[in-house]
C-alpha cells in the first residue's frame, strides 16, 4: 500500500443527497499553487450489496495513488450512511456522479486531470459521465463492464447506456480504458470479443477518443489472485 492520508467526508450534493466518502491524497500531495489529479471511484451494484470498501476498489486505489492521484471513493445514494434511494435504472446515480465531480473540482485546487473509474456496475455509470471541458483532461478507466446483465442491471436501459458509452467515444478530448478477463462470470469472452469490436469500429477515423482495451486470460470478474497485478499494471499504463 502506498504511502498517503486519508479523510473520511459527508459530502452533499446538488442533486439532494449526502455521500458518505473517503479522500485518499498522495504522499505528494501538491499545494494550491501547484497542479493535481483526481480520480472518483465508483462501485459494483448496491443491490447486492456493493460498496465503496470493495477489494477491487482498493487494487485501483493503489495503483493511482502511485500515480499521484488524489483518490475519492463512495457509497453511492442509499448505501452506508450515504442518503437516499438506490435507484433501478442507474439515472440518478449518473446524475450524483456529475455533482460529484463538481464538488471535487471545487473542493482540490488547480486539477488538470479527473479519471472516472468504475467497477462492474459502477462502470455503467462511471460511463454516463461525460468528457469535461478543456483544460481539465478525462479519462474513463470501465473495469469489468456488466455486458451480460447490463439489462436488468438498467432496468432495460441497455440502448441508453450504448449510446452514452457511444458519445464518449465519439469525443476526441475522450481517453477509455476497457479492463476486462475472459472468465468473467457474468459476461461469456464471446460476447466482450463482439462488443469490443463494436467499440473500436466506433473509434475508427479521424477525430475520436482513444480506447485502450486491457484482456487478461483466466481472469474473473472479481480480480482474484493473479488477476490483482493485472488490475494495477493496466492502470498504471494507461493512467497519466
Known sequence: MPPSSSEHLTIPLSTGVELEARLHKPENARTSASTNKIAICLHPWSWLGGRMTDPVLGIVKDALLLKGYHVLRYNSRGVGRSTGRASFTGLAEGEDLE??????????????????????????IA???PVLE??????HILISYPLGPRGWLTLFKSSHYTAK?????????????????DNDEFTSAGSYRTWVE??????????KAQLAISLFPGVSHFWHG????DLEDAIASFAV
Not at 165 to 181: E, K
Open 99 to 124: 455533482a460529484l465531480v463538481r464538488w471535487a473540482l471545487g473542493q482540490i485546487p488547480n486539477v488538470t486531470n479527473v479519471a472516472i473509474v468504475g467497477y462492474s456496475h459502477g462502470s455503467l
Open 127 to 129: 460511463s454516463l459521465h
Open 134 to 139: 478543456p483544460p481539465v483532461q478525462t479519462q
Open 165 to 181: 458509452l457511444s458519445d464518449l467515444l465519439r469525443d476526441p478530448r475522450g481517453r477509455v480504458l476497457i479492463v476486462h478477463g
Open 198 to 207: 463494436e467499440l473500436q469500429k466506433v473509434t475508427q477515423g479521424e477525430a
Open 226 to 229: 493473479l488477476g490483482q497485478k
